[in-house]
């Protein structure tokens, strides 16, 4: 069974320590992980068929920064038990799941670069990785789950399901205590985890059906298409009256339905899809940030530096391309690099 990951940076290869264990059709790995003056995790790795679960645990007395070497696609259920856990980009976007938070995503990203921090120096955390087939097979017999999912199933775009995230439920913490304190062994522990995972599955999903209320499959594509639109048209939007009367509905029914599908205002998906846009502008350009804000719908530049420190935590002068993209950057205009990035975020 071949593991979704493998530690690339240094400072976490030099320091750590792995045992592996063979059970009947399981395969578990202790590693363990201690730097001085920077703290100590135990990780503890689950793989089955299709699937793995990482439970991380231990003292952080500094930032934890860690680059994995992606080995194959995947779903990931993630739950911030202690801490927090930030990436640059993962599923394309900047990504944060805080204390006591869940999330659902997926990416194909060779490399994923993550930024865990203690909660008083404490941390601990829990996933369950699933690849795509496996994740696609759970969902598909349930008509509820499948209007939840249908714009991800079949799909290789990532995705980040509920930015920023939902509260960890009593019922999940326990399974997830659980899973970590299981005490059987062999074909009885395969067994067990199997079922844990899955009752934590099905209460992954009705939380989600929770937190997010059912709309028709009309109103569903209806603003899957005004998202679509926004997608194209985030640098100079129309006002919410006009959005509304552009697709057959009211500015009261668009607010709320698009609420209710992704989780944001429409201002607020605006403003994500602005400074998404100028941060890779910046990374992957030569242009001037002035130009950069004007092009993604800033008209004041104060304001540009400030929402897009509040959002990435660096100004944007010190966002800038990485040195080999200096060819590609100079080679191609503005304009063409706004067409090559008019995509959708994928955040449902």
Same mark, same amino acid.
């Given at each position: ?11 976490? %290869? ?15 790995? @202790? ?12 990780? $503890? ?10 439970? #991380? ?8 920064? @860690? ?13 911030? *038990? ?30 994923? $670069? ?19 087939? *496996?994740?696609?097979? #759970?969902? @598909? ?25 939902? @509260? %960890?439920?009593?019922?999940q913490r326990t399974l997830i205590q659980q899973i970590v304190q299981c005490p059987y062994t062999g074909a009885l522990k395969k067994t067990f985890l199997e079922a844990r995972v899955l009752d934590l599955f099905l209460e992954q999903q009705a939380e989600l059906g929770r937190r997010v ?6 109103e569903r594509d209806l603003f899957y298409h005004i998202r679509a639109f926004l997608d194209q048209h985030y640098a100079d939007p129309p006002s919410l009256l006009e959005l509304a009367r552009m697709f057959g509905t009211n500015d009261f029914k668009l607010k709320k339905g698009f609420r ?9 998906? %605006? ?11 910046? $990374?992957?350009?030569?242009?001037? %940030? ?24 660096? $100004? ?15 080679? #191609? ?11 959708? #975020?994928?955040?449902?």
């Amino acid at each position: 069974m071949k593991p979704f990951f493998q530690f690339r940076s240094a400072e976490l %290869i030099e320091n750590c320590h792995t045992d592996v264990q063979l059970q009947s059709g399981l395969v578990q790995a @202790a590693t363990t992980w201690q730097r001085a003056a920077s703290g100590n995790l135990a990780f $503890t790795d689950y793989l089955l068929p299709g699937l793995q679960m990482t439970y #991380m645990a231990g003292q952080l007395d500094q930032t934890l920064r @860690a680059e994995l070497a992606v080995e194959r696609p995947w779903v990931a259920l993630y739950y911030q *038990l202690q801490g927090d856990m930030t990436s640059r980009r993962c599923a394309r976007r900047p990504l944060h799941v805080g204390v006591g938070h869940q999330n659902v995503m997926s990416d194909e990203a060779p490399v994923n $670069t993550y930024t865990f921090r203690g909660q008083q120096a404490r941390f601990s955390s829990f996933c369950l990785h699933l690849t795509p087939t *496996l994740f696609t097979d #759970m969902i @598909a017999n349930n008509v509820e789950w499948m209007s939840g999912h249908e714009k991800h199933l079949g799909r290789s775009a990532p995705f980040v399901m509920l930015p920023p995230g939902a @509260a %960890i439920s009593a019922t999940q913490r326990t399974l997830i205590q659980q899973i970590v304190q299981c005490p059987y062994t062999g074909a009885l522990k395969k067994t067990f985890l199997e079922a844990r995972v899955l009752d934590l599955f099905l209460e992954q999903q009705a939380e989600l059906g929770r937190r997010v209320p059912s709309l028709t499959p009309r109103e569903r594509d209806l603003f899957y298409h005004i998202r679509a639109f926004l997608d194209q048209h985030y640098a100079d939007p129309p006002s919410l009256l006009e959005l509304a009367r552009m697709f057959g509905t009211n500015d009261f029914k668009l607010k709320k339905g698009f609420r209710q599908l992704f989780n944001t205002t429409v201002f607020g998906y %605006i403003a994500e899809q602005r400074l998404r846009v100028a941060e890779q502008l910046l $990374t992957l350009t030569d242009h001037p %940030i002035q130009e950069v804000a004007e092009a993604v719908g800033f008209t004041n530049p104060a304001h540009f530096t400030t929402a897009f420190r509040r959002k990435f935590g660096l $100004t944007p002068s010190q966002v800038r391309r990485v040195p080999q993209a200096r060819h590609h950057a100079e080679a #191609m205009p503005l304009e063409k690099w706004l067409t090559r990035m008019e995509q959708p #975020m994928c955040v449902e």
